[in-house]
Antibody
């Protein structure tokens, strides 16, 4: 059974970098058959896709966030990470990690989500 | 960017009655490979979103057959034939033909 778990600081100061990690259990992160995404949900709002990475490290991002986002993978730890720089209060959100299947369904497994608040 | 627009944004349904949610995309979601990259997700209260429907009309594993999806090109619909209490939550459509964009969400509540 695949399980994803987000971790990281719940509070980040404005202008700093938000860093989160998603730990994947149940294997698969080293498989070329999947890609690994970050998605966020502003308080009381809808879902926004942030970006994804493959196990190879190849990544793609939401154009609206591309200048501030980096997603990386560490297959030795079965983890992938999100770095979002120069944060403001507008980046306060619940951040989810999720798995997609190459050539198949996007976001078939999700983490529980973690709330990150940007405040001084 | 592809914009996804859902209507209504909320609906209240009596158990046993049908429900329908519309989703329109700003561009066609029909790919040259013949697939239409339209998905539906449900976010139940206190839970992460989960996949309901893929490629317009295919139910994901474990999804009851009271859920059905239809549509083509830019216009899509999710229907619940007989709403049950466990169906409450926020429904999102999402396009996957060019990166990913979600609709605003439709909140379903029980009368």
């Amino acid at each position: 059974q695949v399980r994803l778990q987000e971790s990281g600081p719940g509070l980040v100061k404005p202008s700093q970098t938000l860093s989160l990690t998603c730990t994947v259990s149940g294997g698969f992160i080293s498989s070329g058959g999947y890609y690994w995404s970050w998605i966020r949900q502003h308080p009381g709002k809808g879902l926004e896709w942030i970006g994804y990475t493959y196990y190879s490290g190849s990544a793609d991002y939401n154009p609206s966030l591309k200048s501030r986002v980096a997603i990386s993978v560490d297959t030795s730890k079965s983890q992938f990470s999100l770095n979002l720089s120069s944060v403001t209060a507008a980046d306060t959100a619940v951040y989810f990690c999720a798995r997609g299947v190459v050539g198949g369904n996007p976001f078939d497994y999700w983490g529980q989500g973690t709330l990150v608040t940007v405040s001084s | 960017d592809i914009v996804m627009t859902q209507t209504p944004l909320s609906l209240s349904v009596t158990p046993g009655q049908p429900a329908s949610i519309s989703c329109k995309s700003s561009q066609s979601l029909l790919h040259s490979d013949g697939k239409t990259y339209l998905y539906w997700y449900l976010e139940k209260p206190g839970q992460s979103p989960h996949l309901l429907m893929f490629e317009v009309s295919s139910r994901f594993s474990g999804v009851p057959d009271r859920f059905s999806g239809s549509g083509s090109g830019t216009d899509f619909t999710l229907k619940i034939s007989r709403v049950e209490a466990e169906d409450v939550g926020v429904y999102y459509c999402m396009q996957g033909i060019h990166l990913y964009t979600f609709g605003q969400g439709t909140k379903l509540e029980i009368k």
